[in-house]
């Protein structure tokens, strides 16, 4: 067996699920986005010129010392509380022995046996067989440790350390400090395996973000997911051999991993032959995972208490300040906000998934109807940020201005054809809603005068037309309320239009 | 004629510190006079690694220049100090005694450097050790082998010969070094000269490149007790760069050696160490350690048997936490990112050349060491060893708790021996590791401890150690005793034992 070959077999999904009962295990690495790193001052701003973040303690220099940052044990402790954990006690970091250039010290400060979060839970909303479900996930532990530098691997055709012609290492993110989250084996999603992984991996990126604690922002790596997935006979209790995906930074890329994994998995188990314990690496472009090192001729990490460093002992008073600080829970809120909203589980899944739950609950809070400001986020908006490649957030637009836009809409003195132009001026940076309606003359043609002159107008360029109505074909009126919504460039009330056509036919004849 | 001395390089550096204040004599000419002496004797001794005579002449012209100006400045300011190789200095090379780390200059400076510089001291120059502070003898230096000023066939001890025999040679009144399982101690009492390691937490480490974080300590070395008192201030105090330093006040060292030189020692109890006496120590020195005992017991002080009955297991579980701390202290030598690399050719990777700068780079005793540690880490024997000789360790540190119940300091002396051959023990590990074998204790349970002279023993006419210890942060006892014994054996020798070293 070639550990190179990377053209494995695969079985139809379908097929594979029907045959094996897929139990996932999720590692989410969040980087928390504190002002400094883990073990010393340096700063940790994402895309610095390379090694212009370092010092001699995160650069592993012979004799620097590491120090604890404060924030970042507050940061892991709230992570842990939202998680529903026992936070310890007392706890150390250990030394997780390994050679790797991006590693400084050559070897990371982690936490071991002891670490600080323990025992927990997240609740995940979750959609299978079409059925909105929420799914209890066991955490096991979350801890702290450093994260490594970043090689990049120059020459080579793959982009990874064999073949290259040389490598480049930037130690700016070695010792920013992230938060190892760990379930425990996930049993029970059965064909709804790769679905339900995103959905773990999203809801946790919810709690996390709620806490403030970092960007979470998976492709600049800020949340980064290591899928653990096995196979078994339905029915069977013990565990089948696992494969570890690294690195896994989309959501969607989560949901294929595992997707790719029980195909590849159900394929060699089909055939007879044992799923490896190794390492995986997930492929975007392809969608294909391919091994990295095995993990039957493991590493021994040699992991031991880190010397340097004194134990953590957080006050238990501390925790409770903490822990009655915590935000309301993100599926709390999601069901406080579906129940307002008077939205069912499936539609509030939607706002969840499209990132506009604060958004949209602020310009309910600004006193749009939260069904004008739903259609909003989730339509036109949406599809102006899918266009531009920027989130909700960052469109620019407040939500107060969108629930502007919604009264002018509501009272009546915007059309909701231009209503769209309106936000087009607000995102155009043109100003607020009203002055966007000003400069660009949108507001409506209200005066009866006015539009009864250009109604006659219409009705005065097209007597066949006017002959028609007259004859009783009361659906010709409509050309006639075309020309005048293009006369008034739109700026016109449609059914006040066509009203006045048919009043002023009537009243010549 | 002894070589290069100048009347100035034979005072204490209280002496020193007071004319320098008095503007008696002036920083650069007591400066020139150790560098004078340097350079007439360090060719046999070599005692340093790296002279930094432009540096130090510097800060001698700038310490006199702050004088003349009336500034007030600490009391070592302008007095010379060697600092030995494993602390960080920028504007030098820190080699740690290695092939791996050499021309390695870091771009930082340790906290104890810091201060020393912050204190006006003046840094002669990086001093010679085992390679990584991996010996008893500094015969591991990647550099050649220090030798000692007392017969320059016979080993300085280690892993600070340097540091000790630059002061024994009477080229710096003051030295810095650092214990990991006596490597001040040991080298103090071969050498006729006093050397303190601190209660762990006492000195930052910041700057010290670690052999065993648990137990590495920064400490003073000199060649009498007040000296010694005056160094540990300027060095000692919390500091947050380093975790494990203690953020608790200094005891007042220099007050207590004042004290101690009262010769007055009524009401202090001192312990006899059982398990630290018998068949194990030369005559010579048992004989001088009984003296020094007899003297303490003139001066008032109430003698008592103590036993710590774990000490016989400390070397074996001292070996087990050294070498597995070492063995992740020394990763970070790989040849990436600093220090020797070797097979950076283009048909390498980046692992091979990792394995080849670290075979390359690393001596004998440091590979051995690596590899037990390696070894004592690995599943299926980490609880056998590094977790039962964690058990040994609390077992020694409840030893000593028990002890300091029933006495303020306890005694022993320093090492089995007086200093051996050069080679004698080079080969032999284990006998080697045996020097130790009194210090390693103190490290364990991370109190305080003293080496000072008790005489020389009659076989060989070296000079033999004795030591003192005392709980954690009572480093002041062990100054108070020590200046007490100090006096009380100068009175009857009429001067420092180091003065009976032959002219070199
Ligand atoms: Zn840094």
């Not at chain 1, 997240?122 to 801890?143: K, L, S």
């Not at chain 1, 090689?151 to 490598?167: C, P, Q």
């Not at chain 1, 002159?453 to 007259?470: H, M, S, T």
Request: include cysteine; glycine fraction near 10%; aromatic fraction near 6%.
């Amino acid at each position: 067996m070639s550990t190179t070959d990377t053209s494995e077999e695969l079985l139809a999904y379908d097929e594979a699920t029907e045959r094996y009962d897929p139990v996932l295990g999720l590692e989410v690495h969040v980087e928390l986005s504190t002002a400094t790193k883990m073990f010393c001052g340096c700063p940790t701003v994402f895309g610095a010129e390379p090694n212009t973040q370092v010092c001699p303690t995160c650069l592993g220099l012979p004799g620097s010392l590491p120090v604890v940052n404060a924030v970042a044990v507050e940061s892991a402790i709230r992570i842990g509380l939202a998680l529903n954990c026992s936070i310890a006690s007392w706890c150390r970091f250990a030394r997780k022995n390994y050679f790797y250039p991006d590693m400084p010290k050559d070897y990371q400060v982690s936490q071991y046996d002891e670490p600080i979060a323990t025992d927990g839970w997240i609740d995940v909303p979750a959609t299978m067989d079409g059925q909105a479900h929420t799914v209890r996930v066991p955490i096991e532990r979350a801890h702290l440790e450093e994260d490594t530098g970043k090689s990049l691997h120059v020459g080579g055709v793959t982009g990874r350390i064999h073949g290259a012609a040389y490598s480049l290492v930037d130690y700016n993110r070695a010792g920013i400090p992230l938060v190892e989250i760990v379930t425990r084996p996930i049993e029970g999603a059965g064909r709804w395996a790769p679905e339900f992984a995103r959905a773990y991996v999203a809801t946790l990126r919810d709690l996390v973000a709620g806490l403030g604690v970092s960007d979470v922002r998976m492709e600049q790596g800020s949340l980064r997911a290591d899928v653990n997935l096995s196979l078994r006979p339905y029915g069977q209790q013990a565990l089948g051999i696992r494969s570890e995906t690294k690195n896994v930074n989309s959501l969607r890329s989560v949901e294929r991993a595992v997707r790719y994994e029980v195909r590849r998995q159900a394929a060699r188990l089909e055939r007879g032959q044992r799923v490896v314990q190794e390492t995986r690496h997930f492929h975007e472009d392809t969608g294909v995972t391919t091994p990295g090192r095995s993990k039957e001729q493991a590493e021994d990490y040699r992991y031991f208490p880190e010397p340097d460093l004194v134990p953590l002992a957080p006050d238990p008073a501390w925790v409770e300040r903490l822990r009655a600080g915590l935000p309301e829970p993100p599926a709390t809120r999601r069901a406080r906000l579906a129940a307002a909203w008077g939205i069912s589980t499936l539609e509030m899944d939607a706002v969840v998934h499209a990132g506009a739950v604060d958004l949209v609950e602020q310009t309910v809070a600004a006193g749009a109807t939260p069904v004008a400001a739903r259609r909003w986020w989730l339509g036109e908006l949406a599809r102006r940020a899918n266009e531009s490649g920027v989130g909700l957030a960052e469109l620019g637009i407040t939500p107060g201005q969108v629930a502007r836009v919604v009264a002018l809409v509501e009272s009546a003195s915007l059309p909701d054809s231009l209503a769209r132009q309106v936000v087009a001026g607000v995102l155009d940076g043109e100003g607020e809603p009203e002055q966007v309606v000003v400069a660009r003359g949108l507001s409506v043609v209200s005066d009866a005068v006015e539009l009864t002159r250009v109604v006659d107008e219409a009705l005065a360029q097209a007597p066949d037309v006017v002959a028609k109505i007259r004859a009783g074909k009361v659906a010709a009126a409509g050309a006639i309320v075309g020309a005048v919504m293009k006369s008034t460039a739109g700026r016109a009330d449609a059914a006040r239009v066509r009203e006045l056509v048919l009043q002023r036919c009537a009243g010549a004849s | 004629m002894d070589a290069g001395v100048h009347e100035l390089t034979r005072w204490s550096a209280a002496r020193l510190g007071h004319a320098l204040a008095a503007r008696e004599v002036s920083a650069a000419e007591v400066t020139t006079a150790h560098l004078e002496r340097i350079a007439a004797v360090d060719d046999r001794v070599h005692a340093f690694l790296c002279v930094d005579a432009e540096g130090a002449l510097a800060a001698a012209e700038t310490v006199d220049a702050a004088r003349a100006r009336g500034d007030q400045l600490p009391l070592l300011a302008g007095v010379p100090v060697a600092v030995k190789d494993v602390l960080a200095q920028t504007g030098l090379p820190t080699t740690c005694g290695s092939r791996i780390l050499r021309g390695w200059v870091p771009p930082y400076d340790a906290t104890v450097v810091r201060r020393l510089r912050a204190a006006g001291m003046v840094l002669l120059g990086k001093t010679n050790m085992d390679e990584f502070a991996m010996g008893s003898s500094t015969e591991h230096s990647a550099y050649g082998p220090t030798h000692n000023p007392w017969d320059l066939d016979r080993i300085p001890g280690g892993s600070g010969g340097g540091s000790a025999a630059a002061v024994a040679s009477w080229s710096a009144p003051l030295a810095i070094g650092t214990d990991t399982g006596g490597s001040i101690r040991q080298p103090a009492a071969v050498t006729g000269t006093v050397g303190v390691k601190p209660t762990y937490g006492a000195v930052s480490r910041y700057g010290l490149v670690a052999l065993a974080s648990s137990l590495d300590q920064a400490g003073p070395c000199a060649r009498t007790v007040a000296d010694a008192a005056l160094l540990h201030a300027v060095i000692a105090g919390h500091d947050r760069l380093d975790s494990t330093s203690i953020d608790a006040p200094v005891p007042d060292v220099v007050a207590a050696a004042r004290r101690g030189a009262e010769a007055d020692l009524r009401g202090v109890r001192v312990g006899l160490v059982r398990e630290l006496d018998g068949d194990g120590y030369a005559p010579g020195v048992r004989t001088r350690f009984t003296e020094a005992v007899e003297v303490l017991a003139g001066l008032g002080a109430e003698v008592v048997e103590v036993s710590c009955p774990h000490f016989p297991y400390a070397l074996a579980a001292y070996y087990l936490i050294l070498p597995s701390e070492a063995s992740s202290n020394l990763a970070r030598f790989d040849g990436m990112r600093f220090g020797l690399r070797d097979g950076d050719d283009g048909t390498h990777s980046a692992e091979e050349v990792m394995a080849r700068s670290r075979a390359a780079g690393f001596g004998p005793e440091a590979k051995r060491r690596i590899m037990l540690g390696t070894y004592a880490l690995s599943t299926g024997y980490y609880d056998a060893y590094y977790g039962q000789a964690q058990k040994v360790r609390t077992l020694v540190a409840a030893d000593f708790a028990a002890a300091f119940a029933q006495v303020d300091v306890v005694v022993s002396p320093t090492t089995p021996t007086t200093a051996f051959r050069l080679g004698e023990k080079v080969d032999d590990p284990m006998a080697m590791y045996l020097s130790d074998i009194a210090t390693i204790p103190a490290n364990l349970a991370g109190i305080a401890a003293m080496s000072l002279p008790a005489g020389r023993a009659e076989e060989d006419g070296l000079p033999v150690g004795v030591q003192l210890m005392a709980p954690a942060m009572a480093d002041d006892r062990l100054y108070r005793v020590g200046a007490a014994l100090e006096a009380a054996l100068v009175a009857r020798w009429g001067h420092l034992l180091i003065e009976e070293a032959p002219a070199l």
